[in-house]
């Protein structure tokens, strides 16, 4: 029962939490991630100073970051209940079962298309 | 006997004891996360089975090679008018949420100048896609097209592969680039247009007398998730 009145409290500090200079500040953080992709794809992997064997994971870590940047601050996901938060990421679950299913199945097509 | 009976009668105020919602969320709200995640899978079927066919395939055409031109200002410029379009709809992500942040000071003003400035930042990138396409068409791209076998091979790294090998994947490229950057054009194109309705709404004064500016963070949701795509797109069509 007294439950009621601090979550009103606390989504109201979390609505300023979200104020201009927080905004700007997830903004120059996705700006710094594709300029460290970009320096990657343009200059690391061209020169030779890494292989796309490397390059290729930490595109996809760094794109997840980014995903979790734009969900979790530009669309207020991260200050949600629990439940809603919940709701949303757990089916993403059948997404990633996919790739797996679909990554292992890709390499035996290779071998049936050789 | 008696306190038992006033425990059952009293009105439990708990979050999911009924009569509100548990996520504290408005109902359309609510709807439009669960239509984002609907559209999340549908973008995931897409780029998964890119995925698999580029895995599976023995060449593929270079994106570095493929995306090497800036459109009326260098033909040898890779990956800079994708760097370009990136930030312009990372750029309109930021507007956007800058006007749902106005929305919350009810400052109607500045939640129309900010909405206008992401209106114009889609238009901007459907301008850039379109002339990519316009690019990648004139050198034979398209859906079920490849170029001629020799200006084809120029889009492939060394070792160049067989002429049957480059038609193959060629066509899967040309086929998945136009189907799933299409489709995500579709969805600028559309948040576009509901962006400029919601605007009018907000010129209107639709939300000030309503009392909150709601519609504006609902369809925010949608255009971040524009931009999410496009993340993902961005990565698995130009970087890897």
């Known amino acids: 029962m007294s439950s009621e009145p601090t979550t009103h409290t606390e ?14 500040n997830v ?11 970009f320096v990657i794809a343009l200059y690391l992997v061209p020169h030779g100073i890494i292989t796309y064997h490397t390059a290729n994971p930490i595109y996809v870590v760094l794109t997840l970051a980014k995903a979790f940047y734009i969900v979790g601050y530009f669309m207020h996901l991260k200050f949600e209940k629990t439940g809603l938060i919940f709701a949303i990421i ?15 199945e890709s390499h035996h097509w290779i071998d049936l298309r050789m | 006997m008696s306190t038992t009976t006033t425990n059952i009668d009293e009105v439990k105020t708990t979050p999911w004891a009924g009569g509100r919602s548990p996520f504290s969320v408005e109902y359309g709200k609510m709807m439009m996360w669960f239509f984002l995640l609907s559209d999340a899978f549908t973008f995931s079927s897409l780029l998964i089975s890119y995925g698999a066919l580029r895995f599976s395939s023995s060449a593929w055409p270079a994106p570095d090679i493929v995306f090497k031109a800036f ?3 260098s033909e040898n410029a890779p990956l800079v008018f994708v760097g370009l379009m990136t930030f312009i709809l990372i750029m309109s992500s930021v507007t956007m949420v800058l006007a749902v942040e106005a929305g919350h000071r009810n400052a109607k003003k500045e939640v129309v100048w900010w909405m206008i400035g992401t209106i114009i930042g889609g238009l901007m990138f ?5 002339l990519e396409w316009t690019h990648l068409h004139s050198e034979g791209f398209w859906w079920g097209s490849v170029p001629d076998i020799h200006k084809l ?15 193959t994947y060629g066509h899967q490229f040309a086929n998945l680039f136009f189907t799933i950057t299409g489709f995500h054009g579709f969805h600028v ?10 605007t009018i709404n907000v010129l209107k004064g639709t939300y000030e007398k309503r009392g909150s500016y709601l519609m504006v963070e609902k369809v925010g949701l949608y255009w971040h998730f524009v931009d999410l795509v496009w993340v993902f797109v961005f990565t698995f069509f130009y970087l890897v």
């Open chain 1, 11 to 24: 989504h109201a500090e979390e609505h300023e939490g979200m104020n201009k200079k927080r905004i700007w």
């Open chain 1, 27 to 37: 903004f120059y953080v996705l700006l710094g991630i594709t300029c460290v992709e």
């Open chain 1, 90 to 104: 757990v089916p993403v679950l059948f997404i990633i079962g996919l790739i797996l299913v679909l990554t292992n």
């Open chain 2, 71 to 73: 459109p009326y200002v």
């Open chain 2, 126 to 130: 459907l301008g850039c896609q379109a």
């Open chain 2, 153 to 167: 091979f120029e889009f492939f790294a060394d070792p160049k592969p067989s002429a049957a090998v480059a038609t």
């Open chain 2, 189 to 198: 194109f559309s948040g576009v247009i509901i962006n400029i309705i919601i």
